[in-house]
């Protein structure tokens, strides 16, 4: 399986700390986009979830960081005197030194407190007030005690008010500007190149925004605006990397800023929010000069405008699996390594390895790839850990709870004299939680000590990884499939049996995105009519639908050219006069696509031909109008299901058998054409 012999993946090397080297099965992507953020072109990332395509960017930042010369800067904001909706933004290049000490740090704004305070207030008080005054006999004090309270509160809401509701105005007055209103603040320093990584949907985290002020924003009691200006991940990036993911999210409105600021390497920020008072702000345009990397799915694409699209010189697509080799396991198995080591999970067993390389080869549909969904991989890996401490959490404390017993009994019989209270001090100590060590160390408590749960001793084994792909815990619809299949299966009519019958044949299928099998009855009758059709009865899919009526078509003509080679026909048959309904039984959920073409075809053909159809086997491939059998997807999941079904024998398309790992228990017949699979299904004697 590997190169290398191990017990446990505790005996191999440590993963590099170099993120880079561990990003596997990229190897082309890596290159093409690392030479690109070299030279400082933009690149768009397209791939799957989970094949690595944030890893990839923050390795480039981490290369980054120790590749050429930087010259730090930071960038400072100033009252703008002449108009002060228009404060002044500067870049300064090297580091901050005392002479900028004049500058500040802008600070969150305090605001007055609001109405609900003061109810909160009030009613805070009035509860103190009673209880102190139930506890007061005296008269006088009682009366001291509401006169203090009375002019304190009654101060106190004034203050309140007037901030509240006289701020506003007052704000709006004349007013004398103190130093510390006109005080340069730091926005930003950058000390090192910078990597800043911002959704799309975010606005504000990407092109910045200033801050409302209540207070109506003017000094003395309102923020000044060039104390409310936050800085966007676009400014942040400047001279560095600029990351943004999920693009499908990105409004329209944000993407055209985005491409103002890739054209014009500076870009003013502005309140983004109408209704705040920092709406009417705006600073003058501040630099941006980066190298812009969006990632995204495939389809995404078209969410971006084409302008933009079009700044983007490298469009990179990550590969979603690779070709199961022994170069590509090891990376598989330095890839679990390294996630050992960055999640800090316990170790894991040889053959858990292994089954994880099996998983890889399952998700990605075939024998000779494993796929490069890693994430996935690394949640089931994540999971199997949990369970494996649980387990040795959960042992310990069973092993606990019996030590507990038999020395409670112990101590019970050996120590007569002792009083109770002091069996249940013993008892008491066997408790877990109890860690500091006893003083005078009895037999008793030596028997706790070994049953004090051991730490990090748990091992990630083939069990745990086999328990989570079996209960479908990483997949929703893996779990709706496993449900349906477990409360549904014994409803359904379907039995691997020696009777033929016409018209009936067993199909198969895959149940929602991440795929379980599950086979389908087909069935077949032809009722004499006016009215010649093909009548679809239970197929919901519009592809399914189409392939099933080519597939009657294609039957109606090799039954009437002959071309079977079946001598047997019905004596009535007249195709003109008669009305086909084939029926996909108890399928009640969504199956679409046209891998039951050839089964339907099979199932139309027994039923014009009468001939019975053997009922120990299932088939799956579609089916062309040259009678070819193409390949079909989840062929794998298709085989478990047969298999669960207990069917012996499985039909599927030539072209798909490279792709069957498991083979065990059921025999795979492959075939090209619909000729080669007559004398297998038919009951022709
Ligand atoms: N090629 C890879 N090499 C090593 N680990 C990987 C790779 N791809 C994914 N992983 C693992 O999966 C995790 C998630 O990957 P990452 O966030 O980079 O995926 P993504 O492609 O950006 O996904 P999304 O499109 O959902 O944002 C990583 O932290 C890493 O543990």
Do not use: W
């Amino acid at each position: 399986m590997f190169s290398i012999k191990f017990n446990t993946t505790e005996d191999l090397p440590e993963p590099s700390p170099d993120l880079i080297t561990q990003v596997i099965g990229q190897d082309e992507a890596v290159k093409v986009v690392l030479s690109a953020v070299k030279n400082k072109r933009h690149a768009l990332l397209l791939g799957d979830p989970g094949v690595g395509k944030s890893m990839m960017v923050k390795a480039f930042g981490q290369l980054l960081e120790h590749s050429g010369e930087f010259r730090p800067y930071s960038i400072i904001a100033r009252p703008n005197m002449k108009n002060s909706e228009k404060p002044l933004v500067d870049m300064i290049e090297g580091h901050l030194i005392e002479e900028t000490s004049e500058i500040e740090r802008p600070k969150m704004m305090k605001q007055p407190p609001s109405i609900f305070t003061l109810l909160f207030g009030i009613i805070a008080s009035s509860l103190i007030l009673s209880y102190i005054l139930n506890n007061l006999s005296d008269p006088s004090s009682k009366f001291a005690v509401i006169a203090a309270i009375s002019v304190i509160g009654s101060l106190l809401v004034f203050l309140i008010l007037f901030l509240n509701i006289f701020g506003a105005t007052k704000a709006s007055m004349p007013n004398s500007i103190s130093p510390a209103d006109i005080k340069p603040v730091i926005l930003y320093e950058c000390k090192k190149r910078p990597l800043v990584r911002a959704s799309a949907y975010n606005t504000t985290k990407l092109l910045g925004d200033i801050k409302h002020c209540p207070l109506g924003g003017k000094p003395p009691i309102g923020t000044p605006p060039h104390k409310r200006v936050i800085l966007g991940a676009i400014h942040e990036a400047h001279k560095g990397i600029l990351y943004v993911d999920e693009i499908k999210t990105m409004p329209v409105d944000v993407q055209d800023y985005i491409l103002t600021a890739l054209q014009d390497k500076q870009l003013a920020v502005s309140g983004r929010n109408p209704n705040s008072s920092g709406a009417s702000v705006e600073t003058n345009p501040i630099p941006c000069d980066f190298t812009l990397i969006m990632s995204g799915n495939m389809d995404d694409v078209s969410n971006l405008r084409a302008p933009l699209l079009d700044r983007i010189d490298y469009k990179v697509v990550l590969r979603n699996k690779m070709e199961n080799n022994q170069e590509n396991r090891d990376k598989l198995l330095q890839f679990i390594v390294q996630e050992i080591k960055n999640n800090n999970l316990r170790p894991m067993t040889y053959d858990a390895c292994c089954e994880i390389v099996k998983l890889a080869q399952l998700l990605s549909g075939s024998k000779n790839k494993l796929t490069l969904r890693l994430r996935q991989v690394s949640n089931i890996i994540k999971m199997a850990n949990d369970i494996a401490v649980g387990k040795e959490l959960s042992e310990s404390i069973a092993e606990l709870s019996e030590q507990a017993v038999i020395i409670e009994t112990s101590v019970a019989q050996t120590t007569e004299k002792k009083s109770n209270k002091r069996i249940m001090n013993v008892v008491e100590k066997f408790k877990p939680s109890k860690k500091a060590e006893p003083k005078d160390e009895t037999h008793e408590m030596k028997v706790v000590k070994k049953a004090v749960p051991k730490k990090e001793t748990a091992i990630i084994e083939l069990k745990h990884i086999n328990e989570i792909i079996d209960s479908g815990i990483y997949s929703m619809s893996k779990q709706v499939g496993i449900d349906y299949l477990k409360n549904f299966k014994r409803y359904k009519n379907i039995v691997s049996n020696d009777v033929p019958k016409v018209g009936v044949i067993h199909g198969l299928a895959v149940l929602g995105s991440d795929g379980l099998g599950d086979v389908t009855k087909i069935i077949t009758k032809i009722v004499k009519s006016k009215n010649p059709r093909t009548n679809l009865l239970n197929i919901s899919g519009d592809l399914a639908k189409h392939s099933i009526t080519l597939a009657s078509a294609l039957s109606k003509k090799l039954v009437s050219d002959k071309t079977l080679n079946i001598t047997k026909t019905k004596e009535d048959l007249d195709l003109a006069e008669h009305e086909i309904y084939i029926q996909f039984s108890q399928s009640y959920s969504k199956i679409d696509g046209d891998s039951a073409t050839a089964a339907a075809c099979l199932s139309i053909i027994s039923s014009l031909l009468n001939i019975p159809l053997k009922q120990d086997f299932c088939i799956t491939g579609s089916l062309d109008l040259n009678g070819d059998i193409l390949a079909i997807g989840g062929v794998n999941e298709k085989i478990n299901a047969a298999k669960e079904y207990g069917f012996k024998r499985v039909i599927i398309p030539k072209s798909n058998l490279e792709d069957v790992i498991d083979t065990e228990s059921i025999r795979v017949i492959a075939v090209e054409k619909l000729e080669e699979i007559i004398p297998l299904v038919f009951e022709l004697n």
